[in-house]
Nanobody, 122 residues
Framework: VQLQASGGGLVQAGGTLRLSCEAS????????MGWFRQAPGKERVLVAG????????YYSDSVKGRATISRDNTKNTVYLQMNKLKPDDTAVYYC????????????????WGKGTQVTVSS
């Protein structure tokens, strides 16, 4: 199984970024997908989650109203669009897959991607 995240980079505060995560080696449509982030010296935390069919989503308070998670089951890809970026959004972003549970990540993580760095300059 591979979860290949891309789309990170350096962006100015107030800018927009779209992360993508392409999955291979698993039946993508039966997995809940999520985006986590880990800032230096901090724990990895759930930022957004999406149900198998894409009709239910979850956002952490830190990104609610600024982020949109979506998925394309025909392309085995999950996306995270983030607007109005802040320096506090600086972190390594990881995509993750969960076979069971909910989009709130109640079922744990089965697979992790390698992460993509997002740096927001002030």
């Amino acid at each position: 199984v591979q979860l290949q995240a891309s789309g990170g980079g350096l962006v100015q505060a107030g800018g927009t970024l779209r992360l993508s995560c392409e999955a291979s080696g698993l039946t993508f449509r039966i997995y809940y997908m999520g985006w986590f982030r880990q800032a230096p010296g901090k724990e990895r935390v759930l930022v957004a989650g999406i149900s198998r069919g894409g009709n239910r989503t979850y956002y952490s308070d830190s990104v609610k109203g600024r982020a949109t998670i979506s998925r394309d089951n025909t392309k085995n890809t999950v996306y995270l669009q983030m607007n109005k970026l802040k320096p506090d959004d600086t972190a390594v972003y990881y995509c993750a897959a969960s076979r069971y549970g909910t989009e709130r990540w109640t079922g744990g993580t089965d697979y992790w991607g390698k992460g993509t760095q997002v740096t927001v300059s002030s």
